[in-house]
Every structure is written in structure tokens, then in C-alpha cells.
């Protein structure tokens, strides 16, 4: 049986964790819509829960590479308890960015009640486990109970307790970009290489460098070539290919491809450097190696080593006008109080019987009709609606942060 010295420290750790779970759910909201705007996602995939579970489990990970007491231990608890939700049943999903959010806040909510019930009963629950169905590695909840596990409150510790959201909320941004990103954008590759006579490798990294700053979607490579075919050339030089981020395929070395190449706002907002040394934007997503290279996209450089197999697949782009409606949408929620908007909304239904019909039937059409602004595919609308005898109370959304009231 645990001594009250560890049923004490168990609690104080996962009260910890309860209160940085609750503060993080909304600061992964903003890098969620930040990205979402920038790749332009396509709107009619499903992403799997398990695909969820693994960038939770890349951002909760990075909190073990922080200098906390016990890092490790509250990294791997908190990362195998998300990370173990993707066997959960979760709402059915049809739009990869909407309701993605949708089922992160699930995740948090389950979290949340979980951490709940080890806290209110640390001793009936000190000899449960939780795996990680990604990694297969398991943990004990009474790990917690370690009093070299402090895991850091705003109370006590507001710079580790800042560190691990600052660590989470840059892991979760790259890792949900790398994820994401291959299913709007691929990796076209030329279909025939361009052989360059006498050059050397000084003349080709120059070469490079002089492509990637007009073109931030290129990374030209090259290799060595005896065999130039061009008349009269001598049969020493260099060939060269230039892999393009973009939708479509390479149709000829002078027309490059059908359909649309990576905008240069997308890739300088998701590229550091020129991959030669030149540093376009340090607060990127990461570099133009990792991408090009390590990044599951089609035609990833690692899979086409000869660099000229074609890239057949055609992605299809998200037109402007789904974009701007997105961000026509954020900007509304954020210029007008949300409870001047609900009130309004709810004496309309009082005044008119079909609105208030045709709100329960068709609520997201009903509601773009009436503030005459279209709502993107990425938001759900639903309408509670009470009966005499059934009392609904909606609560905010996990994380929100408390206001005091002022008479």
C-alpha cells in the first residue's frame, strides 16, 4: 500500500497536470487555425484518430527535454495518456480542420476527467497503467508519486510551467504541419535533368542559391555527369533537377507543371533558409532539407533518389473563396461579443416561429442567411434547445479563462 506521503505527492502532480492541461487546450487553438490557413488543407479528408494521437503524442513528448524535476516521468504519463485515446470512439468527422479541433478538445475533455478520478481517489487508482498504442510503452500512475516528480504550477514555478506550453505549442505546430501539409502539396520532380558543361560543385551550390531566392518553392539538387548530351559539349560537367513544391506534375523542363505551385508567402512562412546557408525567416516552420527530405509528402527526395521519376498524384487546390471564408468568419467572431450575437440570435427565434424552425433544421444555412456572412466548412453549428422539464446548461469550452463579474 502507498504511504499518505506518496498519496499526497500523486495528488499534487496530477492537480499540476490537470491545471496545465486545462491552460494548454487553447493555446494549441491558435497554431491549429494558423496553419489551417496557410496550407490550405483540403476540407474533404477525415483525419483518423490515430493520426490525432501521433501529434499528441510528438507535442507532449517535447515536455521530457525540459530541466524540471521528473520531466521524463510527467512527459511519458501525459503523452501515453493521449496518445492512448485513439481506441476511443470518437465523433465522426468530415472535414480534416474543423472538427480536427473538434476532436482534440474530446481528447482534452477525457483528459481531463481521467486526471479527475486519480485525484479524487489516488489510492484507488495508484495501480493503474496507461499504454501508449504508438510506442507500446507502458506507465504507472503511481509514477507521479515519485517526489523527484515536481511538475511545475503557475503558482510556483511560472517559468518551467511557461517553458513546457512554449515546448508543447512548437511541437504541436510543426509536427501538425508536417502532417498535414502533404495533403494539399507534393514534391513535383523534373522530368528530364538539365546538364550544365565544366561546372563543378561551386558553380551548381551558386546555381541553387540563385533559384531559391526568386523561387522559394524549388530545391534544385545536382550530381555529377559524364555523359552530357548536348552537341559539342565535353562529357564532364553537372546535371541538375529542380524538385518544385506544387499541385499537379512537371509536364516539360520548360513548362514546368499544370496546376499550382507552393505560393511564396507558403513557403517563406513554412521554409527557414535557402538550404545553403541563407537564413529567410529564423520563425519558420523548419527547413528546406527536412522538407523536401524528411517530410511524408508525395515525391519526397528520400524516395526519389534519381531524381526525375514524375509525381502522377494531382492535389486538389482549396479554392480562394473557402479561404477567405474562413477567415471572414474568425474575423467576425473576434470584432463582435459573442453574447450580443447569441442574444440577438435568440430573440430573432422568439419574434419569428419559422426562423426559429428553420434554425433546429438547417442551422448553419439559417445562421449565414441571417448575418449574411457564409460559415466555412471548418465550423459546426449545433442548436440545444430546451423543453419544459429538461434543463440544459451549456458550459464553455475547457480552458476558458475565468472573468469576474463587475456589478
Given amino acids: 500500500m502507498p504511504t499518505q506521503q506518496q498519496l499526497d505527492q500523486l495528488k499534487r502532480n496530477t492537480k499540476a497536470i490537470i491545471d496545465w492541461v486545462n491552460h494548454m487546450h487553447d493555446y494549441l487553438q491558435d497554431p491549429l487555425n494558423e496553419v489551417y490557413l496557410k496550407v490550405g488543407q483540403d476540407a474533404q479528408q477525415d483525419a483518423a484518430q490515430s493520426w490525432v494521437s501521433k501529434v499528441n503524442g510528438f507535442a507532449f513528448d517535447a515536455i521530457g527535454k525540459l530541466p524540471?524535476?521528473?520531466?521524463?516521468?510527467?512527459?511519458?504519463?501525459?503523452?501515453?495518456?493521449?496518445?492512448?485515446?485513439?481506441?476511443?470512439?470518437?465523433?465522426?468527422?468530415?472535414?480534416?480542420?474543423?472538427?480536427?479541433?473538434?476532436?482534440?478538445?474530446?481528447?482534452?475533455?477525457?483528459?481531463?476527467?481521467?486526471?479527475?478520478?486519480?485525484?479524487?481517489?489516488?489510492?484507488?487508482h495508484w495501480n493503474d497503467t496507461i499504454t501508449n498504442p504508438i510506442t507500446g510503452a507502458t506507465f504507472s500512475i503511481a509514477s507521479l508519486a515519485d517526489p523527484n516528480v515536481v511538475f511545475p504550477t503557475q503558482q510556483?514555478?511560472?517559468?518551467?510551467?511557461?517553458?513546457i506550453t512554449d515546448a508543447t505549442v512548437t511541437s504541436f505546430r510543426y509536427n501538425l504541419t508536417k502532417y498535414v501539409f502533404g495533403q494539399r502539396w507534393a514534391i513535383l520532380h523534373q522530368p528530364n535533368s538539365t546538364f550544365w558543361s565544366n561546372w563543378n560543385d561551386n558553380d551548381a551550390q551558386n546555381f541553387a542559391k540563385q533559384q531559391i531566392s526568386g523561387n522559394r518553392d524549388v530545391f534544385l539538387t545536382w550530381w555529377h555527369d559524364q555523359n552530357g548530351s548536348c552537341a559539342g559539349c565535353?562529357?564532364?560537367?553537372?546535371?541538375?533537377s529542380e524538385p518544385r513544391l506544387g499541385i499537379g506534375q512537371w509536364y516539360s523542363n520548360w513548362d514546368y507543371y499544370h496546376g499550382d505551385s507552393a505560393p511564396r508567402d507558403l513557403c517563406d512562412w513554412l521554409i527557414q533558409d535557402d538550404g545553403f546557408g541563407t537564413v529567410y525567416n529564423p520563425n519558420a516552420i523548419t527547413t528546406r532539407r527536412d522538407v523536401f527530405y524528411n517530410w511524408p509528402i508525395d515525391g519526397n527526395l528520400n524516395d526519389h533518389p534519381d531524381h526525375t521519376e514524375?509525381?502522377?498524384?494531382?492535389?486538389?487546390?482549396?479554392?480562394?473563396?473557402?479561404?477567405?471564408?474562413?477567415?471572414?468568419?474568425?474575423?467576425?467572431?473576434?470584432?463582435?461579443?459573442?453574447?450580443?450575437?447569441?442574444q440577438d440570435i435568440i430573440q430573432k427565434t422568439v419574434d419569428d416561429p419559422k426562423f426559429a424552425y428553420d434554425l433546429r433544421n438547417n442551422p448553419k444555412k439559417t445562421l449565414s442567411d441571417y448575418i449574411g456572412l457564409e460559415i466555412p466548412d471548418c465550423v459546426n453549428i449545433e442548436i440545444i434547445q430546451e423543453i419544459p422539464g429538461n434543463y440544459k446548461l451549456v458550459l464553455p469550452y475547457i480552458g476558458r479563462p475565468n472573468k469576474k463579474v463587475v456589478d
Avoid: C, H
Fill in 68 to 124: 524540471f524535476p521528473g520531466a521524463g516521468a510527467a512527459s511519458n504519463v501525459i503523452s501515453a495518456m493521449f496518445s492512448s485515446y485513439n481506441t476511443n470512439t470518437a465523433p465522426r468527422l468530415d472535414q480534416i480542420f474543423g472538427s480536427i479541433w473538434s476532436r482534440f478538445s474530446a481528447n482534452f475533455l477525457r483528459a481531463n476527467d481521467d486526471l479527475g478520478y486519480v485525484y479524487s481517489d489516488p489510492a484507488g
Fill in 310 to 342: 514524375r509525381n502522377t498524384t494531382v492535389k486538389q487546390p482549396v479554392s480562394d473563396e473557402d479561404r477567405n471564408r474562413a477567415k471572414l468568419w474568425r474575423a467576425f467572431m473576434t470584432s463582435v461579443p459573442r453574447k450580443d450575437i447569441e
Fill in 156 to 163: 510556483d514555478d511560472i517559468n518551467n510551467f511557461n517553458a
Fill in 234 to 240: 565535353p562529357n564532364d560537367g553537372i546535371s541538375t
